[in-house]
């Protein structure tokens, strides 16, 4: 099969662009029938693997999440192939599938309203934390504290919504603190989200966190980023095919690194619709032979 390697240039600021530079020596070394594409824009991934001439692909994914994202909504019910190059600062989708035994088999996708995501999508406080942090990269504060300054802006403004949500056709409607959608185990930079998630189920994990007081909602962020949000007793955990959010104006969801503005939501997972090429020995001879070209 061909291999194309699939480069977001700004990835991992800047590391992915370093690495793929060391891309045409190895595929070389490896004899390969190889090409290098270096995406531009976003979006620019989905439609280079979406419109590529020929079957039977690999696409290497170079990137963070968001490039993970973009091809493997592309290579979605075809008969190519998604496989990650761990080079972004996330690499979360990686993390859950880097210790399967098996190089080629089949994942489910995510929907959401037009779009589809493969990790992990969330919906209230940790979204809004994301579209804060996007929004801060304009200010001037130190790259490595964007994070946790959007985390002590979106606490001091956060207010719970009355949410209208659908689970599998069951209705509830309370004021929720956040609610996650997971076919991914990490998000986040590697933070446990759903450790229980199957990547093969054809079910969503959908982790539904109540509306507490603030004292509740710093001991809930804490846990989430410790990875022990399963403790946290205003947790409610459901597995379903579809999930519906509804809210009375505009809100955020964050998705694999992406962001969505809605008043409404729709969430579906397909099952089985991605090939995923999982050699981990060719990404350890990948990995390795960047460290020695150093």
């Not at 976003?42 to 973009?70: M, W």
């Not at 996330?90 to 399967?100: A, P």
């Not at 189920?201 to 603030?214: A, C």
Request: hydrophobic share 35%; proline share 1%.
């Amino acid at each position: 099969m061909k291999h194309v390697f699939i480069v977001n240039p700004i990835s991992g600021g800047g590391s992915a662009l370093k690495e793929a530079k060391k891309i045409d020596s190895f595929a070389k070394q490896e004899k390969l029938d190889y090409e290098v594409y270096y995406t531009k824009c976003e979006r620019d991934a989905y439609n280079f693997v979406k419109n590529y001439k020929g079957k039977k692909v690999i696409f290497h994914s170079l990137g963070g999440d968001g490039t993970v994202n973009e091809v493997a909504s592309a290579v979605m019910d075809t008969d190519n192939y998604l496989s990650i190059i761990p080079n972004g600062s996330g690499n979360d989708f990686y993390r859950t599938i880097r210790k399967t035994a098996l190089i080629e088999f089949k994942c489910d996708i995510c929907r959401i309203n037009d779009r589809y995501f493969i990790n992990v999508a969330s919906v209230g406080l940790d979204a809004d934390v994301a579209k804060n942090s996007y929004l801060m990269k304009d200010f001037k504060i130190p790259r490595k504290q964007i994070y946790n300054f959007a985390i002590f802006y979106t606490l001091l403004n956060y207010r719970s919504r009355s949410l209208d949500i659908e689970i599998d056709g069951k209705k509830l409607k309370q004021k929720t603190l956040m609610i996650a959608l997971c076919n991914g185990r990490l998000y986040g930079g590697g933070i446990k989200i759903a450790m229980d998630a199957s990547i093969d189920d054809g079910l969503m994990d959908v982790l539904v966190i109540e509306k507490s007081n603030i004292f509740g909602v710093i001991s809930g962020l804490f846990k989430l980023v410790r990875g022990k949000i399963h403790t946290y007793k205003k947790l409610k955990k459901y597995k379903a095919k579809k999930v519906v959010i509804k809210y009375k104006k505009p809100i955020y969801s964050s998705y694999d690194g992406e962001m969505m503005e809605s008043n409404k939501f729709e969430f579906e997972i397909l099952d089985k619709r991605v090939n995923i090429y999982n050699d981990s020995d060719f990404i350890r001879r990948f990995l390795e032979f960047k460290e020695k070209e150093q």
